[in-house]
Structure formats: C-alpha cells, structure tokens
C-alpha cells in the first residue's frame, strides 16, 4: 500500500532560522496533504526550534527531528531520508526557495522512470536577486539517461558542464526514496560533505536511471555557503580534492566518469582564479593546501593543463611576474588586433555631393 505521502523534502540545517521561514513558504504555498516536510536540525543555536513550531501549526505535514548535539550536513542529509515517508525525496536546502508550481512539475515526472531527478536553477545573491541560469548539462530539452546503456552514460559525461551533474548540489536533487535506502551510507564518506554523491555512485551499478530538468525549479541564495567557515582555500580544497577522491573510489581514478569530474572542476576553477587565490593568501599554512589543490587540479590534464598545474605552485613573486607578463601580453595583442582589423576594414569613402 502507498504511503500517505508522494514526496517529502527533505531539510538538514543549522542556524538558518533567518532564512528557513522563506524556504518553507516557497514549498508550503503550493503544497497538499501529500506533502511531507522533514526538517533534521543539527543542534542550532538559534531560534530554529521556534520558527519551526510556527509553521507547523499552519502546516501540520512536518517532522522536525532535533539532535542533542552538532553531527555535521552529511549525517543529517542521511537522516532526513530515514525520517521521510514519501515515494520521493526532494533534498533541499533550508536557504533555497523552490519555484511555484515545481511541486506539480515532479509530479508529473514520476510518472517516468527514473531514481534521480536533477534540475536546473536560478543563480541568486544573498538577498534572492536572481543573477543568472546555472549550468549543468549542454541539454535544452528534459532527458533521460541511463548510466546501464554506455552510449547513454557516455552522452552524460560529456554533456556535463559542472560539478552539480555529478550531483554536488543539494536542493537541484529529487531521489525515488527506496533506491536510495537499497544501498547502505556511504560511511567512508561521512564527513566529506559530498555524501549525496557518494549514495548516488554507489547507487549506479544496481542500475542509475538520472532524469534532467533544463528548466529553473528553484532558486539557489548565494553569498550563504556554511562550508566557508574554514576559508576559501579550505572549501577549495574540499571540492577539487574532496570531490575527485568520491568519484575515484566508485569509478576508479582513470575511469571516463573520474576523468569528466576532473574536467568539470576546471571549468569551475579556471588557473587565474586559482592565481588569484593564491596572491591573496594570507596565512603560511593556507599554502600547502593550495598546492596540493594545484596539483589534483591538473594531474590528469592535457600537456598545457600541468604546466598550470606546475606554474600554480611557483614561489609568488614569480606567479605575479607571470600574471604582469600576461596582462601585458593581452593588451598588446588586443592592440594589434585593432590595427589589423583597421586595415583589414578600412572606412567606407563618403560620397561627395
């Protein structure tokens, strides 16, 4: 028999209670009695509980689980699962505010197989003025992939822009629940803050079905990332390091899926934006970190792609005389670029009279 619910969304958070109360209202306002919110507050601090309280007397369909003390985004995000009693999980973010009418979206998705849905979505700042489309597959139209057809699987990898098609972000990501628990946690990956991707790799060999949603049905606040409370190059690290170990381990360091993870995190951080960090760094022990970022980044590049691998680790008054060299460089080849095209496209003689 079919539980009372069809989907649940699933919210870990910690101290977002100035932001939650905007993220339930976005789901609330277009939600039935088949809806279920599930709320796991990892020991907040501020008046989570309260707020919490509020809106379950106008929406009596959550579940608030609070722990005793702090476990950490990935040991929540695993519970919020357990605790659902949907068909379907829609992981969410307790900053994130979802599209009107996306609850009637995935609805009539289920009615496809698959047991991932992945979406697209508004980039935001701080205060939920929307900036621009994110990126994740070069797909305009809504597809299916089937990672047990090569072809299928292999469309996917190269059709991959960033790490979020490889399930990085949390609120773009909806699960067919019972998929999901047939795999035990991913415990070796507790603690990483990748465990949604972990669970999904290790879902992939009993057969990985991932539907794509080129449209926006949510929108991400940006400006808000908890992961930065140990410093950029810190959550640097934890991305071009952290994340490639989790597709090495499920698919092997020279697989095609390691080798696009790879690829997509240097789309995401290109070399100058990686100089850049490093010319502002600050503290002597930051440092041994952004080399080894340097060196995961461009390990397993092309021949130019490790030679930025190798350049991003000079000593840094040599990284900011090749940066000067650079900019120069560009000005006088934007110059010439004018005077060739001057003389290429000479004027057009007015006519007299």
């Given at each position: 028999m079919p539980g009372p619910y069809d989907l649940s969304f699933c919210i870990p958070t910690y101290n977002f209670a100035d932001f939650l109360p905007q993220t339930l209202e976005s789901i609330v306002s277009?939600?039935?009695d088949r809806v279920q919110i599930v709320i796991?507050?990892?020991?907040?601090?501020?008046?989570?509980?309260e707020v919490v309280e509020q809106w379950r007397q106008r929406f009596p369909h959550?579940?608030?689980?609070?722990?005793t003390a702090r476990c950490g985004v990935d040991p929540d995000i695993l519970e919020s699962v357990k605790q659902a009693d949907g068909e379907y999980c829609w992981l969410f973010s307790a900053d994130d505010i979802l599209a009107p009418h996306a609850i009637a979206l995935i609805r009539e998705e289920t009615r496809l197989p698959w047991n991932v849905w992945l979406t697209n979505f508004a980039l935001c700042d701080r205060d939920m003025r929307r900036i621009e489309r994110h990126r994740i597959l070069a797909v305009e139209e809504p597809t299916s992939f089937d990672w047990n057809l090569p072809e299928q699987r292999g469309a996917y990898l190269e059709l991959a822009q960033t790490t979020t098609a490889f399930f990085s972000f949390i609120s773009g990501i909806v699960v067919r629940r019972a998929d999901w628990m047939s795999v035990p946690d991913q415990s070796e990956f507790i603690g990483s803050c990748w465990i949604i991707a972990a669970q999904i790799f290790a879902l992939a060999p009993r057969g990985l079905v991932v539907r794509y949603h080129p449209g926006e049905a949510l929108s991400k606040r940006g400006d808000n990332d908890s992961f930065l409370t140990q410093g950029l190059i810190r959550r640097l690290d934890l991305s071009v390091t952290g994340f490639r170990r989790v597709a090495s381990h499920y698919f092997g360091p020279h697989s095609p899926e390691a080798r696009s993870v790879s690829r997509v995190l240097r789309n995401e951080f290109s070399p100058w934006f990686l100089a850049q960090q490093r010319m502002r760094l600050s503290t002597p022990s930051d440092i041994p970190v952004f080399h080894r970022i340097a060196r995961n980044q461009y390990s397993d590049g092309n021949p130019r792609e490790r030679c930025w691998g190798w350049l991003l680790q000079m000593p840094l008054p040599v990284l900011k005389a090749l940066r000067q060299l650079h900019t120069w460089w560009r000005g006088i080849r934007s110059a010439l670029r004018r005077v060739v095209g001057g003389k290429a496209h000479p004027e057009t003689p007015v006519p007299s009279g």
């Open positions: 277009q939600a039935d796991v507050d990892g020991a907040s601090t501020d008046n989570t509980p959550i579940k608030y689980i609070r722990r």
